[in-house]
């Protein structure tokens, strides 16, 4: 039997279309089949699945790196610590060669750039607010310290201590009560170094008064440095 032009042409349509659908997964996604069988690839090795749709790898880099929004509101309004603050911190916390330091509400890394650009320690920034964690790596850009230091948008009280040798802290006197069970899981002759507040319930080492600009006015007023060394010690009652 003669067929039609047109009824020909549908045949031929029809065994493409059956081709095609052969060539895709079995789950009829339109996943390209592997026209052979490939070994598994290496770890650390990428593999482009769909070139035609992907983002290019440094686009993807550069995503998975940036800071993101605040999953909660901070507990405390930032207030930078002066600089003449910020050396009397690192000198009473007795900061050397060999001390990792951890700063707990970061700012702008101004404590953390100081103690890596002085000392050439590794140290550690944690705040919540993406603002803060951006100016923190431009300033240690600025400073020449990026291989010495780490800021992370990060929940201080989510935070492992057991790392450091050296703690900071600008934060209210509640919140520094609420920071008890990560300190002590610091190692014995690690170092706790408050700015203006006390450690309510905990006996201090020794504390400091040092005259710096107050950030609200241009006047001076007079700060306050406390120290503490692990394992803390509960004040007597």
Known sequence: MRLSTSVALGLFALSLLACSRDARSP???GRAAPSSPTAEPAPG?????????AEPAASVDASASAEQPMERTPDIEYVPT??????????????????????????????????AKKFGIKA????????????????????????????????????????????TLYLLPELNVRLIPQLEKLKPGSRVVSHDFDMEGVAYENWWSVIARDHQTPKDREHFVYLWKTPLKLKKK
């Open 27 to 29: 789950d009829g996604e």
């Open 45 to 53: 090795v990428a593999v482009a699945v769909d070139a035609g749709a």
């Open 82 to 115: 002066p600089e003449n603050v910020v050396e009397k911190m690192l000198e009473v916390g007795k900061v050397k060669k060999g001390d990792v330091l951890y700063d707990l509400g970061c700012g702008d890394g101004r404590i953390v750039v100081t103690a």
């Open 124 to 167: 550690f920034g944690f705040d919540l607010d993406p603002q803060r964690i951006k100016e923190s790596k431009e300033n240690a850009k600025k400073a020449g310290v990026e291989h010495l230091v780490t800021f992370e948008q990060k929940d201080i009280f989510n935070v492992d201590l057991s790392p450091a040798t050296v703690v």
